[in-house]
């Protein structure tokens, strides 16, 4: 069948077509023509007004922001539907098309496309199609280089993730200065007033506290007038961001003190746009994040077309994600989420450290967001295919389609036959090992196995260029994570030489886009004042003129030296990991001695959690808390506890309390209990750091495994139980500090001897069973892997499995 456009089919529509009649003919085998035609029959492309008898029907409001990219998939006896809103809405009928048909961009570039063969192509469809999410953006923190910018913009395309309605978010406050320079220039009453001056707390070029005196009814007046001329000069612009920018800054006037919160004065100014616009231009929006110190929900009505994109990051004032979204909502915003995937100065592409590394999270969060009323989506990620590419794609297939989250394993699956064909099976190794969801810990054996499961995917797929090239990528990847770890753990003159090598091979690397080679070139040197790049080989200089710079590309000898030195320097650790219940009771009836005193005392960060033992009921449970002690931090909110009894059949919390502001003060904070028995203790403190001290002699124990690590300051010294039989101490470490000792107080084994974070496995002499052991003076985690996994300070505060302490109680 002919691929069939309208007579003066826009250009975009004629390379959909022409893109159509393209991967037809190569699944196909045959040649498929693009004609001009009134669509009675062939393969119809275009939009409602290209096509209006073939749109009746469908509903189609094509100057609706909201649904232009609407679109029919109908198959008929002479015919093929493929009609849209518009443009955009017809090209994701021709990409949706050719995924039904078996078609598949899973990363960016050729080498992650998959064309199938199907000689004989036949379909039966009638899909009416739109997206969950209004708008969907998956895009690079730290933009696209010299090499991915055409890719990416493909497989975006491809994916369908690309929005009809552009949605603009970006801190806007700096670009409204440079437009307005003469202005502000001549009303510096306009620019906050801090420390009793009118000034910038940043520069105009975005970097910094750029903030207003928003109570100035003359800037709020200028900013008005200044979307408007945005608006007369871009009429086919969908938004005008009225986001503050970055940080601090804010006015300390008293009339902008009398506005409310900083939240409040933020949506004042969007309001004021968002009048202006509508009444003006109709269907415009206005874009603002829900973000850092405008985060929390304002007290005032926000204007229907202003849009607010929820960060799920730099919430400020103690409040849940799921907070900010109701308490925006109850204001009447619309809500987006302004969601991280990939950030690279955080997850630096290593595995399992993003979000969109674990599919789990991508195939909740997504439904989730949607179900609370999120209908907008912006995602910062990154060029890092090797360890997020899975989760990216999925994430443009949910957000499209809410239903895909439900088939996670098929897609996955899908994505394994199709790429790497006989070697899905250790593949599907690989990724498992990658996925966020399974906690992969950055180690000399997780790097091994990576190796291992490739080598063994190119042992069976020996001869399939088209497969060994992707697994190549992926050997190329593991080389970086393996590179990364050196440079992690080296110091001196080897950091230096460790961090040239990892630029040098994620450079010349580049062009796979496994890794985001531009972010990690221009600011991993900015992060890290111990090593350096030297003059005439920084990110900027082009290839010709720089010695850190090389292309050439990687033959098949350096890919199987690569993997066999890469299994010989990453031994794996086999340890076995025992189960333990979280039944847990005081060990008291073991009898034990600690070989050294120890203590949970101090200050922590974060999300904490300790298991305590109540022996009589009602108990007040009376603490001393002191919050706030990161004097930078203290905008985050009262330190919030939560007080569990595992005999409150609800799993209801039995007491709260969220009394204590973040002011570096101590306070008394009790909770009461009407149980006895083993209750669990949570608090959570926005990270800005915490005092909490318990009543002496209170059994307290803290947990640390795979699930659920504990997360001390400072250097910390612990004991721990080793049951009756064990004969190895195993677990993980993600730090070269302290040391075990056995039941005697006996070095039994120095972290020294380790090179990093990995696995550790300690023999158990005899006679050293049955008795507890310490960790002294170490710093950072420890898992705990083949005994029981809680720690406590003491013998006389240690809580243990019911069925460790029944059996060798014995």
């Not at 849009?307 to 409040?319: E, K, L």
């Not at 590419?389 to 297939?397: D, F, K, M, P």
Request: proline share 5%; aromatic share 10%.
């Amino acid at each position: 069948m002919p691929v069939v456009v309208a007579d003066g089919a826009s250009q975009a529509l004629q390379a959909a077509a022409a893109d159509l009649a393209d991967y037809l003919g190569r699944i196909a085998g045959a040649q498929f023509e693009v004609t001009v035609g009134d669509g009675a029959s062939g393969i119809v492309v275009g939009t409602a007004a290209d096509f209006p008898a073939l749109a009746e029907g469908a509903g189609f409001e094509p100057d609706h922001a909201l649904k232009r990219e609407d679109y029919i998939l109908r198959s008929e006896a002479d015919r093929l539907l493929l009609i849209g809103a518009t443009d955009t809405a017809a090209e994701h009928a021709v990409w949706d098309l050719l995924w039904r048909l078996g078609y598949r961009q899973y990363f960016p570039g050729e080498r992650w496309e998959i064309v199938p063969s199907v000689p004989d192509l036949s379909i039966d469809a009638d899909a009416s199609e739109a997206p969950a999410y209004h708008a969907r953006r998956i895009w690079y923190g730290y933009g696209t280089w010299d090499y991915n910018s055409e890719p990416y913009a493909q497989w975006c395309l491809r994916n369908r993730a690309r929005s009809g309605m552009a949605l603009s978010t970006g801190h806007s406050y700096g670009r409204t200065i440079r437009a307005n320079a003469e202005e502000f220039a001549a009303h510096p009453e306009y620019y906050s007033l801090i420390d009793g001056e009118r000034r910038l707390a940043g520069t105009v070029d975005g970097s910094g506290n750029i903030k207003f005196c928003i109570s100035n009814p003359g800037l709020r007046e200028l900013v008005v007038q200044h979307a408007l001329r945005y608006f007369e000069e871009n009429p086919d612009a969908d938004s005008i961001s009225m986001d503050p920018s970055d940080g601090g800054g804010w006015c300390e006037c008293e009339d902008c003190a009398a506005m409310g919160s900083v939240t409040d004065r933020a949506l004042t100014l969007a309001n004021d746009v968002a009048a202006a616009i509508t009444e003006r231009y109709g269907d415009k929006y206005v874009g603002m994040y829900a973000y850092s110190e405008h985060s929390p929900p304002p007290n005032i009505r926000a204007h229907p077309h202003v849009i607010i994109s929820v960060a799920t990051s730099f919430i400020r004032g103690g409040y849940t994600l799921d907070q900010l979204i109701e308490g925006w909502q109850a204001q009447g915003a619309t809500i987006g989420m302004r969601e991280y995937l990939g950030v690279n100065v955080w997850d630096r592409d290593l595995p399992g450290r993003a979000r969109g590394s674990n599919l789990d999270y991508v195939t909740t969060s997504i439904p989730d967001f949607h179900a609370k009323g999120a209908r907008f989506y912006s995602a910062e990620s990154s060029d890092n295919w090797g360890p997020n590419g899975l989760g990216y794609y999925i994430a443009a297939r949910t957000l499209w389609d809410l239903d895909e989250a439900q088939r996670k394993d098929e897609l996955v699956a899908r994505f394994l036959s199709d790429c790497f064909g006989a070697a899905a099976g250790p593949m599907g190794e690989f990724y498992a090992l990658i996925d966020g969801a399974n906690k992969p810990l950055l180690c000399r054996d997780l790097i091994g196995r990576m190796y291992r499961s490739l080598d063994d995917a190119r042992e069976a797929v020996a001869g399939d260029e088209a497969v060994i090239g992707r697994i190549n990528d992926l050997v190329l990847y593991t080389r970086y994570v393996e590179l990364y770890l050196d440079y992690s753990v080296a110091a001196g003159d080897a950091r230096q030489q460790a961090f040239e090598d990892l630029i040098r091979h994620a450079y010349r690397m580049r062009e796979t886009m496994m890794v985001h080679s531009k972010a990690l070139y221009r600011d991993l040197v900015n992060r890290d004042k111990a090593v350096s790049i030297p003059e005439g080989a920084e990110w900027s200089v082009a290839e010709a003129d720089n010695p850190w710079k090389e292309s050439t590309a990687f033959g098949e000898a350096e890919f199987a030296a690569l993997i066999a030195d890469g299994i010989t320097a990453n031994p794996t650790v086999e340890i076995e990991a025992v189960q333990f219940s979280n039944e847990l009771v005081p060990a008291a009836p073991l009898g034990l001695e600690a070989p050294v005193a120890g203590s949970l005392g101090g200050s922590v960060r974060g999300r904490q959690v300790r298991y305590l033992w109540i022996d009589e009921a009602p108990a007040e449970l009376a603490l001393q808390v002191t919050g706030g002690l990161i004097a930078h931090y203290r905008d985050r909110g009262n330190v919030q506890f939560e007080l569990y009894a595992d005999a409150e059949v609800t799993l209801e919390p039995v007491a709260t309390d969220a009394s204590v502001p973040p002011d570096g003060e101590e306070r008394a904070v009790v909770l009461q209990t009407p149980y006895t028995g083993l209750h669990r203790l949570e608090w959570t403190d926005g990270n800005d750091m915490t005092r909490v001290v318990l009543p002496e002699g209170t059994p307290v124990t803290v947990r640390s495994d795979l699930e659920q690590s504990m997360r001390l300051q400072g250097r910390w010294t612990l004991v721990f139980y080793v049951p009756k039989g064990t004969q190895s101490v195993g677990g993980y470490t993600n730090s070269a500090s302290g040391e075990v000792l056995n039941a005697d107080g006996e070095v039994a084994y120095s972290f020294a001897e380790m090179d990093g974070a990995g696995y550790f496995a300690v023999p158990v002499p005899e006679g050293q069973d049955g008795r507890l052991w310490a960790m002294r003076s170490c710093s950072g985690q420890r898992m705990l892997m083949t005994v029981p996994p809680y720690f406590a300070a003491s013998a006389d505060t240690l809580l243990l499995p019911r069925e460790v302490v029944e059996a060798d109680a014995r």
